[in-house]
């Protein structure tokens, strides 16, 4: 078993990484049902929290069949940081994450995500204010470092844990690689073998496939595994994951109609939790990936990000189902 805090996991768990526009409700839940041990919000801001953004507070929506659920907060200011994670606390999610590894320029230009890798002091005090506003545990999301010349994650982790942080998600890519290249792992697991470390090690990037997932596991020793890209129209992962870890073998690979279901579930809940016209349009952007590789599909792509109405689209994934074939592993 891994605690984080007193929030008890299974051995060696799988947890959703936050993937901004991605680890949304409807998400969140298809990740849920197919395995994940662990979820996160998409990032929020600290500032658009206390300005009381109309996004930044949709992305507090959490609901109890997700538990346990993280949500996750950025900035690099100490003031907003607290007041943020206290609002935060509020709605009661499980754990309060922070953000220290998103690269993207918009993120880093406000000082904030990557960015505070370039200043160890800095991201030990936006740590210690948020640990320090609310009850909640603390955890810790980053990458190794800002680039090659600086990966400092070993220094990082310490200084993090001797503030009271609960566990620790480590990217094994530094700023400057993006999402480019391989994630080093060795790193990662330099800061598990550290014996100074109490505090769970979760690893990230580059797990696709229950192979490597395995392999990473034996390989590195860490206490769980954070996936994200993967799971991104495959939800699939996480117990295909899990069995293969306990049994050496494959789970039958999704059918058309696992793949409706995925599909059509997503988009009823999206419809649910945001009313039908964000839902529909908020949807679009995973029809791809549910029905990655199936030759032909062209013409069905088209239809579903270009109709509007939740009948309409129940009635080409319909469609999609005869045409393609009920029971068809693709």
């Not at 409700?25 to 662990?38: E, T, V």
């Not at 789970?251 to 964000?278: I, S, Y």
Request: glycine share 8%; net charge negative; aromatic share 8%.
């Amino acid at each position: 078993m891994v605690k984080i805090g007193t929030i008890e996991l299974p051995d060696f768990p799988l947890l959703l990484a936050p993937m901004e526009d991605v680890s949304d409700p409807p998400f969140r839940r298809l990740c849920k049902l197919h395995g994940a041990d662990l979820m996160y919000s998409e990032f929020i801001s600290s500032e658009g929290l206390i300005r009381d953004a109309m996004k930044s507070r949709q992305k507090l929506d959490i609901f109890d069949y997700e538990r346990p659920v993280g949500i996750q907060i950025f900035g690099g200011d100490e003031e907003a940081m607290a007041l943020s994670a206290k609002i935060v606390e509020a709605v009661n999610p499980d754990i309060v994450d922070i953000n220290f590894g998103c690269p993207v320029k918009k993120v880093v230009c406000k000082g904030a995500g990557a960015a505070v890798l370039k200043d160890v002091d800095l991201m030990v005090r936006l740590t210690k204010a948020v640990v320090d506003s609310t009850h909640l545990p603390v955890t810790v999301k980053t990458r190794l470092g800002w680039d090659e010349n600086s990966i400092n994650i070993y220094e990082v982790a310490e200084r993090l844990q001797d503030v009271g942080i609960k566990a620790l998600s480590v990217h094994g890519r530094t700023r400057a690689q993006m999402y480019k290249g391989e994630a080093d792992w060795t790193e990662i697991a330099r800061v598990k073998n550290n014996p100074r470390m109490h505090i769970p090690i979760f690893g990230n990037g580059d797990i696709d496939s229950p192979e490597k997932a395995l392999e990473y596991k034996d390989k590195y020793g860490l206490d769980g595994i954070m996936i994200g890209r993967a799971a991104i129209g495959y939800p699939w992962i996480f117990n295909e994951i899990k069995h293969y870890m306990a049994t050496g073998k494959h789970l039958p690979a999704p059918t058309l109609e696992d793949r409706v279901e995925a599909a059509r579930n997503h988009l009823t809940w999206a419809v649910d939790w945001k009313g039908e016209r964000v839902g529909v349009f908020e949807t679009r952007r995973h029809y791809t990936n549910y029905f990655k590789g199936i030759p032909n599909f062209k013409e069905y792509r088209q239809k579903l990000v270009s109709t509007d109405g939740l009948q309409d689209l129940n009635l080409i994934l319909d469609d999609v189902l005869q045409k393609f074939g009920e029971g068809q592993a693709v």
